[in-house]
């Protein structure tokens, strides 16, 4: 991913790049390239200076692309009998705005040529900020740890750190691991390790927002968010805090996701959101999305509404100026957060080629407690940042609601009508920054038998016979009518008896023709046994339908409620009452 071999053999290493004769290598590749269009967008830079060290003997060729991805040559050199000569190209970043990038290509003749140390940098035009990493976690304490061993490993990246924040808020705690001692002394005084009850990732990363904006600098710093569980690439870290030190405003600085179980894939590009069907992750126009970037490359500009906490940079002015995260627990607290420093006048840039590995989303089972914070954080954050179309909103929970029901996944139905009835309640409902609702809700969600995954070798009550996988026929062209066929089907216990369902198959239309379905879990962990319970549906169906109709007739109050506390919700005393109080 940081180059490719377009002929002949190379050798490569972290730091150097060994071609033989008759060979020919490019960085045209996702960390290969330099983003010249975000630059010359975003900064006042003009130019870009390209540096490597050269030994033997071949063609250095600079590269560009358009916002088309058509390339250009714009500079060449030939080295003959080098030895540790040193290169640098002045690039102008003048014919880039919507879009393009920068490369560097290698060729060689009868000769090899060793190359190392390439680097691209810009002339700084003030001093550099404090850069304060900050990472929360909850009981991944493997996984932290490596982040801040590949963290720490890294001597030029973590030793341009002022801090390292780590918000433990887990039971399995990071230090108890035996590799911790050894990360505290290669941080040294920078890490700073902190312990508290879990108040869910808003809690935990403003908890580190929070000391660092205190304890940093009494102006400016930068505040680079990450998950515990990525797998770090280190150059990230100095590609966000180059791009943010240098911006002419500042900016949010966002890294991009890369897929853990499929490295070579990128998430999307930039995301957006839709707040009147709440909904986000929704990839910008034009952005590759769940792209093989061995293949594919960004070359057209995009603009992201927000970027995800998986990494994101925020210099301290937009605390200062918009305050802090909400404390929502967890779901919806980085895009509430993005929204609002968008709408206050400090943009987000998604930047490519800084990426991180973060678990695959479509592996991930989204029938889950933590829904119900991102059915009620996505109903806060509309009410804050939209005109709150109720009528498109009641009518998309709705839809929802009417799909965990029929396909029997009643604990998820179950938390969509508390996330609403929540919501109505008011900000009172964060009071405690979360951590007594998230009990409550976990208690409810399983409190509901289909919650529960099993191995798939030992479903309780089924039959190893019945256990054949059933498929769908296609998808239905009149859904409407599908649905009320099912519904009624289910009323009048038509179902069909037995069936085993595949993860990708589990579509309301499907699920909903048997009495009991054992459905692949998204994860391949296990299954979920789904029965269906007429009880249980008219009960869900009433309330629900009960929560949406206040929806429609209190929602414009609850608007008006959630705007009013906006200030005290994002004040820096709301957080220290929350963390005093523990």
């Known amino acids: ?51 490597a060290v050269v030994s033997g003997a071949g063609l250095v060729r600079v590269m560009a692309s358009d916002s088309k991805g058509k390339p250009r040559t714009v500079a060449t050199q030939r080295v003959q009998d080098a030895h540790e000569q040193s290169l640098t190209f002045a690039l102008a970043l003048d014919r880039f705005v919507d879009g393009g990038a920068l490369w560097v290509e290698f060729e060689t003749d009868t000769e090899g040529l060793l190359v190392e140390n390439v680097e691209w940098s810009v002339a700084a035009i003030r001093p550099r900020r404090a850069t304060a990493v900050v990472i929360c976690t909850y009981n991944r304490a493997d996984d932290c740890l490596a982040t801040l061993q590949t963290l720490a490993a890294d001597r030029a990246v973590a030793g341009e750190l002022a801090a390292v924040y780590v918000v433990d808020q887990g039971t399995d705690t990071v230090d108890s691991r035996p590799g911790f001692a050894d990360v505290h002394q290669a941080l040294g005084s920078a890490l700073r390790y902190i312990r508290q009850p879990n108040l869910g990732g808003a809690g935990g990363f403003t908890r580190g927002i929070y000391e660092a904006v205190r304890n940093e600098t009494v102006e400016r710093v930068n505040l680079l968010l990450m998950d515990d569980d990525i797998r770090l690439e280190p150059d990230t870290v100095v590609r966000l805090r180059a791009f943010a030190d240098r911006a002419d405003e500042p900016v949010l600085v966002g890294g991009q996701m890369l897929n853990l179980l499929h490295p070579d894939r990128l998430h999307v590009g930039a995301e957006s959101a839709d707040l009147s069907i709440l909904r986000a992750g929704k990839p910008v126009a034009d952005a590759l999305t769940n792209a093989d970037v061995t293949e594919e490359q960004q070359d057209l500009r995009i603009d992201g509404d927000y970027n995800a906490w998986w990494t994101c940079l925020i210099p301290s002015e937009v605390v200062s100026a918009i305050g802090y995260p909400l404390p929502v627990f967890f779901q919806w607290d980085d895009i509430e957060f993005g929204l609002r420093a968008r709408a206050a006048g400090f943009p987000t840039v998604t930047l490519p080629g800084a990426g991180v590995w973060h678990a695959d989303f479509s592996w991930k089972n989204w029938d889950d407690w933590s829904r119900y914070f991102s059915y009620r954080n996505s109903l806060i954050t509309s009410a804050l940042h939209s005109d709150f179309d109720r009528r498109r909103i009641t009518d998309h929970l709705a839809k929802q609601l009417i799909d965990a029901v029929v396909s029997m996944r009643y604990g998820l139905a179950a938390l969509l009508i508390r996330a609403v009835e929540d919501f109505l309640r008011g900000p009172d409902v964060l009071a405690d920054g979360g951590t007594k609702t998230a009990a409550e809700v976990r208690k409810l969600w399983a409190s509901y038998p289909e919650t529960t995954n099993h191995p798939a070798s030992a479903v309780p009550g089924v039959a190893a016979v019945d256990m054949q996988r059933t498929a769908p026929a296609g998808h239905p062209s009149m859904l409407g009518l599908v649905l009320a066929k099912r519904i009624a089907w289910q009323l009048r216990r038509r179902n069909r008896g037995t069936a085993a369902i595949n993860a990708a198959d589990a579509h309301w239309w499907h699920v909903s023709l048997f009495d009991t379905a054992v459905v692949t879990d998204p994860s391949q962990e296990g299954v979920r046994l789904r029965r269906f319970d007429r009880d249980v549906m008219l009960r869900l169906a009433r309330q629900g339908g009960t929560v949406l109709v206040r929806l429609m007739r209190e929602g414009a109050a609850a608007r008006e409620s959630w705007r009013a506390a906006l200030p005290e919700l994002s004040d820096r005393q709301t957080w220290t009452r929350l963390y005093e109080g523990t």
């Not at 940081?2 to 190379?10: D, E, Q, R």
């Not at 269009?37 to 540096?51: E, F, K």
């Open 1 to 51: 991913m940081y180059f490719t071999t377009v002929a002949g053999v190379a050798v490569r290493e972290r730091g150097r790049l060994n071609l033989d004769g008759h060979a020919t290598v490019s960085t045209n590749t996702y960390f290969g390239r330099f983003p010249a269009s975000y630059w010359q967008r975003w900064t006042s830079a003009r130019s870009v200076d390209l540096h």
